[in-house]
């Protein structure tokens, strides 16, 4: 029944942006602390992005910083990652993930396709 759904992926020019969503349902959310991660072809999962359940406060991977912004809208169940002055290295697969600050197991979307042209 927890299901976690990204969107807003696509294809993007060097320098642009996109704002990717996270929908998640089944799960008290504001239980949750969200991530973003993202996967090229041949490599290991990257840990993009994290915000806490209960401050709200924000970390993010040296590779994204100053760039990136994660935020959650608990009232929409939704995490958001804002990516601006995209580059080609930022291209792979996006997933976000749930984690649970007491006892449950987490939870991870389906992914979302991002690809940044030169």
């Known amino acids: ?6 969107s807003g992926g696509g294809v993007v020019q060097s320098g642009g942006s996109l704002r990717l969503s996270c929908s998640v349902s089944g799960v008290t959310f504001n239980t949750y602390d969200a991530r973003w991660y993202r996967q090229a072809p041949e490599k290991e999962r990257e ?5 806490t359940s209960q ?3 924000t970390t993010y991977g040296d590779s994204v910083k100053g760039r990136f912004t994660i935020s959650r809208d608990n ?3 939704t ?9 080609p290295e930022d291209t792979g697969v996006y997933y976000c993930a749930a984690f649970p600050r007491v006892g449950a197991r987490e939870y991870w979307g389906q992914g979302t396709q991002v690809t940044v042209s030169a």
């Open 79 to 87: 995490v958001y990652l804002q990516m601006n002055s995209l580059k």
């Open 1 to 6: 029944q927890v299901q976690l759904v990204e």
């Open 75 to 77: 009232a929409r169940t």
């Open 47 to 51: 840990w993009v992005a994290s915000i």
């Open 55 to 57: 401050f709200g406060i």
